[in-house]
Structure formats: C-alpha cells, structure tokens
C-alpha cells in the first residue's frame, strides 16, 4: 500500500471511529447539579495525553484547578444497573457501557480531566491509532 493510500485510510478510520463515538453519545446526559450533555471531543495530534496538551487543545489557560481522575473510575458510577431502574435508565446506562467499551478499544493513554472548580469541563480523552486526542466531554455544576 502507498504511503499516500495508507495515509487516506487511517484518516478515514479516525473520520469513522470519531463518527462512532458521536453516534454512541447521542442522547446521552451527564448528571451533576445541572445535566449535561455527553458530546464528542476530536482535538489535534499528540506526543501523549498529559493536562498540559488538553489545555493546550482546548485553548485554556494553564492556571485553572485540574484534577484528573482514571478511566474506570469515571465510568464505574455511569454504568453500574441498579435494581430500582426504569426503561430510559436502563438504556442510558446500556448506551455507558458501550461508550466505555468504544473508548478503550480504540484509545491509549487514557484519562479524565476536570477543569475548573463549581462550572468543571471534564474531558475523557486518550490517542487514536494516529495519535489525534479524542473522546468526548461534558460539563458538571458542582457548588
């Protein structure tokens, strides 16, 4: 394959998983004191994903409060069924779990960032197979 037919076809296998993770969060909300909703994140490429390259990508200044947090530890709460769940919980937290599943099948280097202090950015990100930042973000109020 040439280096050019090469280069096409990882585009479009970034173009697609991009277009997987905006059609498995479609619908869905981040709760915290205000709902949010989950959108997907495509940021630019990176050597790895550290607070200061997300800063970076997302144009943020270096001084605001980050916290970072692991993966699963993000998702434990999001997908965890529980026994007193109707239908729509049920489906959201179904749609949780195979955004997790998407995300650490195709990403390296993951992480969660929380940006900020009562408005928090929070941001699940890691490398695609060309090293281009994505994932997905959403917002949480939290007084």
């Known amino acids: 394959m040439s280096r050019r ?10 173009n697609t998983l991009n277009e997987q993770i905006a059609e498995t969060v479609a619908g869905l909300v981040y709760m915290s004191e205000s709902d949010a909703p989950i959108i997907a994140f495509a940021g630019q490429q990176a050597d790895s994903v550290t607070s200061e390259t997300v800063l970076l990508q997302i144009g943020k200044s270096n001084d605001l409060k980050i916290e970072v947090n692991g993966f699963d530890d993000f998702f434990a709460p999001l997908i965890k069924m529980q026994k007193w769940f109707g239908e729509d919980e049920r489906k959201m937290t179904e749609k949780f779990v195979q955004l997790k599943e998407l995300l650490k099948t195709n990403l390296i280097q993951k992480k ?3 940006i900020g202090k009562k408005e928090i950015d929070i941001f699940v990100v890691g490398l695609d197979s060309e090293n281009i930042l994505r994932g997905i973000q959403t917002k949480a109020t939290e007084t």
């Not at 037919?5 to 970034?14: I, N, R, S």
């Open 5 to 14: 037919k090469k280069k096409v076809a990882l585009e479009e296998q970034a």
């Open 112 to 114: 969660v960032l929380r």
